[in-house]
T-cell receptor, first 113, second 115 residues
Framework: EAQVTQNPRYLITVTGKKLTVTCSQN?????MSWYRQDPGLGLRQIYY???????DKGDVPEGYKVSRKEKRNFPLILESPSPNQTSLYFC????????????FGPGTRLTVL | AQSVTQLDSQVPVFEEAPVELRCNYS??????LFWYVQYPNQGLQLLLK??????LVKGINGFEAEFNKSQTSFHLRKPSVHISDTAEYFC?????????????FGQGTELSVKP
């Protein structure tokens, strides 16, 4: 089954404790992206990657890091989480073109205390 | 730059009634337009998209949307809703030249279908 998976689905942590949210897709998509969803703001892009070893900032990259060492994986790293990073995070993937459908993972709900 | 405004944050409606979810966008260039649906505790799923051609676009689950260039709108409609349509709906745009395909989302509209 074609899908985007994220782990963990739920995470409660404390300020400053480094964490990684994993994302994996099995569709051989070149493009992958991370979004955060906050009430009343919709989804905003954090980082994206157009291929292996090619990443770039989205609209809200502060406090986040990403890497793309393999085509299928695109982890999101919070080196020193803060409470304002409490949010619902979605990973997405698609083939390269803007006309293509983006496929979203099930989401990771992160709470930073 | 592009922006998307969904005019209603919440839309309550009775089962079998028609519904329209409104979306307006702002862009100095042409854009592709999308509607996504998010069921409770799930990721986003594409309902339909407008790339070019006919301005009336049909999607899954009986939804359709009409692109109106002069009014910069892309409203989503369904003639008769079901309880299972209860979800949050997001309108999104992306410019064709954006090779990365970044989606610019609206704030979302919560559709609540009551029996």
């Amino acid at each position: 089954e074609a899908q985007v998976t994220q782990n963990p689905r739920y995470l409660i942590t404390v300020t400053g404790k480094k964490l990684t949210v994993t994302c994996s897709q099995n569709m051989n998509h070149e493009y992958m992206s991370w979004y955060r969803q906050d009430p009343g703001l919709g989804l905003r892009q954090i980082y994206y990657s157009m291929n292996v070893e090619v990443t770039d900032k989205g609209d809200v990259p502060e406090g986040y890091k990403v890497s793309r060492k393999e085509k299928r994986n695109f982890p999101l790293i919070l080196e020193s989480p803060s409470p304002n990073q409490t949010s619902l995070y979605f990973c997405a993937s698609m083939f390269q073109r803007s006309t293509d459908t983006q496929y979203f993972g099930p989401g990771t709900r992160l709470t930073v205390l | 730059a592009q922006s998307v405004t969904q005019l209603d944050s919440q839309v309550p409606v009775f089962e079998e009634a028609p519904v329209e979810l409104r979306c307006n966008y702002s862009s100095s260039v042409s854009v592709y337009l999308f509607w996504y649906v998010q069921y409770p505790n799930q990721g986003l799923q594409l309902l339909l998209k407008y790339l070019s051609g006919s301005t009336l676009v049909k999607g899954i689950n009986g939804f359709e949307a009409e692109f109106n260039k002069s009014q910069t709108s892309f409203h989503l409609r369904k003639p008769s809703v079901h309880i299972s349509d209860t979800a949050e709906y997001f309108c999104a745009v992306t410019p064709p030249y954006n090779q990365g395909g970044k989606l610019i989302f609206g704030q979302g509209t919560e559709l609540s279908v009551k029996p």
